[in-house]
């Protein structure tokens, strides 16, 4: 009976092991997820944010004082999405074009420590995060350079 005892403390005492084992695999493949998540989200924030505002003149880039300034602009209503960093973090605000940058009341796209935009061409614009680089071309304006 004692030998009995010690065969199924043992059992238990390895399942609680492969438990915990388990448990932890599952909790770094779930934040691998999220960082992956994360990266793919700030790249891809930008194509679409390009795409919804692909029209002549819309996306603009300028230095303010806190740094490189992406602005998407409606051309119909006034205002535009302007897209900054600040403290590590990729702030997004909504306002009319050319008002001056609220980072207290912006929304947080996510966090970063690098926002470099550097534009390539006169519709090519590349853009730097700490999740790496995206490239978006806009198509609108190709009519006004001569192209198809």
Known sequence: MLFTLAVEALFLIAFLFLTIFGAGIYRETVE???ANGQSRLLLSYFSTRAKNADTKDAVTLYDDNIGQVLS???SVSGYAVRVYQ???KLL???ALAGSP???GSAA???RTEVFKVKRDGKRTFVVSTD???V???LKSGAEYEGQA
């Open 86 to 88: 600040k403290d590590g």
């Open 131 to 133: 999740a790496g680089s």
């Open 72 to 74: 998407f602009a409606d």
């Open 32 to 34: 691998v997820q999220a």
């Open 101 to 103: 940058l609220a980072p």
């Open 108 to 110: 947080v796209i996510g």
């Open 92 to 94: 997004e605000d909504y």
């Open 135 to 137: 490239t978006f071309t």
